[in-house]
């Protein structure tokens, strides 16, 4: 089973693939500024924590949140187990680079220590 994460502009989209068919889709909603850069230090901490405060505001705390809930959400109703995903692909018009984009490789690194 393939998980695919498509990153939209305050959208990301988890949705599971078996030999490249649709199975299930779950979409969560997120918000955060597209023009804000983060540094490794403080994407790392978004990994830990959850999310990191700049300039007094809480970002991307959501997106994180977004994609875990997503993933239970999709595992919990195809009775699945995370060991069932055996590949993960990112779909990200914002580029590698993007803090949303490593915030996912992220995530997806944290389920393949897992399974």
């Known amino acids: 089973m393939t998980l695919l994460i498509?990153?939209?502009p305050n959208k990301v989209s988890l949705t599971l693939l078996k030999k490249g068919k649709v199975v299930d889709t779950e979409e969560t909603k997120y918000y955060y500024d597209l023009s804000?850069?983060?540094?490794?230090l403080e994407v790392a901490?978004?990994?830990k924590k959850g999310f990191v405060k700049k300039g007094g505001t809480v970002i991307y705390g959501e997106l994180l949140a977004g994609l875990i809930s997503a993933l239970d959400k999709l595992l919990k109703r195809n009775r699945l187990d995370v060991r069932a995903l055996k590949s993960y692909k990112i779909i990200n018009d914002l580029g590698e680079?993007?803090?949303?984009?490593?915030?996912?490789?992220?995530?997806?690194e944290g389920l393949k220590a897992k399974s």
């Open 6 to 8: 498509k990153i939209e």
């Open 36 to 40: 804000e850069v983060l540094t490794r």
């Open 45 to 47: 901490d978004i990994i």
């Open 97 to 108: 680079n993007s803090t949303s984009h490593k915030i996912a490789a992220a995530f997806i």
